[in-house]
């Protein structure tokens, strides 16, 4: 059972346009959604994450737009540069942590210059 | 600088070898993981410990062990290499319980059993 759906499986954008990857949730449980940034050759490393409480936060150019009705959030990075060429994952887990972190299957994210 | 520090980046071993995969972290986190990313699949759980001793099962455990016997060492095992295990191994070190935590992530090491 895939508790966290992430589509699409590869996205392919031009420079300074917008890239969005989107996920989906089944288990209601689930209370910190992060989303990791992986460059080949490298482990995952947490970009940007958010709770329910709120149904937004951006970080620069990265911004996680949430639907907690939906049980869907989005990953939305804007001016899209090809430093940004990465596989990225979407996560989530209960109890406020890294415990059992549930993933998506990932979306590699190519930006032509 | 936190560090997560697998053993080995590259692995080649023959199919029905005793495979071990170490795993050492420096920010003396509680929790430590072992993922399996395969292309397509994205990054399963195949075991987790939140203490020394202790340990859980992910989603896919069938063929591994692990083993913890210092905080800051994390040990994959798989008891009898076998060519469907050949992947890219992730370990991950976290705070226990903390809000909003983050997961450190080691570079990876590729396994191939041939």
């Known amino acids: 059972q895939q508790q966290v759906k992430q589509s699409p499986q590869s996205l392919i954008v031009q420079k300074g346009g917008i890239s969005i990857i989107n996920c989906a949730y089944e288990?209601?449980?689930?209370?910190?959604f992060p989303w990791y940034q992986q460059f080949p050759g490298k482990g995952p490393a947490l970009l940007i994450a958010i709770r329910p409480d709120v149904s937004e936060k951006k970080e620069g150019r990265f911004t996680i737009s949430f639907n907690k009705s939906a049980k869907q959030f989005s990953l939305h990075i804007m001016d899209s540069q090809p430093g940004d060429s990465a596989t990225y994952f979407c996560a989530a887990s209960y109890q406020g942590g890294s415990e059992k972190l549930v993933f998506g299957k990932g979306t590699k994210l190519t930006v032509n210059p | 600088d936190v560090k997560v520090t697998q053993s080995s980046r590259y692995l080649v071993k023959r199919t029905g070898e005793k495979v071990f995969l170490e795993c050492v972290q420096d920010?003396?986190?509680?929790?430590m993981f072992w993922y399996r990313q395969d292309p397509g699949l994205g990054l399963r759980l195949i075991y987790f410990?939140?203490?020394?001793?202790?340990?859980e099962k992910g989603d896919i455990p069938e063929g591994y062990s692990v083993s913890r016997e210092k905080k800051e060492r994390f040990s994959l095992i798989l008891e009898s290499a076998s060519t469907n295990q050949t992947s890219m191994y992730l370990c991950?070190?976290?705070?226990?319980?903390?809000?909003?935590?983050?997961?450190?992530f080691g570079q990876g090491t590729r396994l191939t059993v041939v």
């Open positions: 920010m003396d986190h509680e929790n």
């Open positions: 410990s939140y203490d020394v001793k202790m340990k």
């Open positions: 288990n209601t449980a689930f209370d910190y």
């Open positions: 991950a070190s976290s705070f226990f319980g903390a809000v909003n935590t983050e997961a450190f």
